[in-house]
């Protein structure tokens, strides 16, 4: 029997105002599902969320998906935006694991509307992959008194460099 755990991650600070969205993610499957709904704090021109506050949220995405892969580190990030994505539309993001080379790991998202019918954006990226207990330094120290044992590490650096994610839910299925 093989067991899958699904995280629910979801954003609880600046409701209405910025990212609104939730998250879930499938290790077994290596791939996480979002639901985003951009707020006017994100605006680039009137009405369009700026380009750089979707690239925030794809590199934080791909940040979830990385629990499937023990990513660490965001190696190379490239976006192409195909469309404006307006302001408090609902869009949907799929990101998945699509490959493994060595120590990195290649993964790809797509920004779509809710019901799958335009296409936003397409993103991938490269993460290197790392041992936390071999990491020296304040940044990375300050974790470990934290966040206890070397497990929680990886979660905690999560949320260290998306303050705005928490999780709320872990369940598991048989």
């Not at 925030?56 to 995405?61: K, Q, R, S």
């Not at 990101?95 to 060595?102: L, N, P, Q, S, Y």
């Not at 940044?139 to 709320?168: D, N, P, Q, W």
């Amino acid at each position: 029997m093989v067991e899958d755990t699904h995280h629910f991650f979801w954003i609880t600070e600046m409701k209405k105002l910025g990212f609104e969205y939730v998250i879930f993610h499938s290790a077994l499957e290596k791939k996480c599902i979002c639901l985003l709904q951009p707020e006017p704090l994100l605006e680039g021109l009137p009405g369009v969320i700026h380009g750089g506050a979707l690239g925030t949220m794809t590199d934080t995405f791909f940040m979830t998906v990385f629990n499937s892969a023990n990513a660490v580190f965001t190696g190379t990030m490239t976006i192409t935006f195909k469309r404006p994505l307006t302001l408090s539309s609902v869009v949907r993001l799929k990101a998945k694991v699509t490959g493994m080379e060595g120590r990195k790991v290649f993964l790809s998202c797509e920004t779509q509307s809710s019901d799958r019918t335009v296409l936003f954006a397409k993103a991938s990226e490269i993460q290197r992959v790392d041992n936390l207990q071999h990491i020296s330094g304040t940044k990375f120290s300050a974790f470990k008194g934290k966040c206890g044992s070397a497990k929680t590490i990886k979660l905690c650096l999560m949320e260290k460099y998306s303050t705005l994610l928490r999780v709320l839910i872990q369940i598991n299925y048989n």
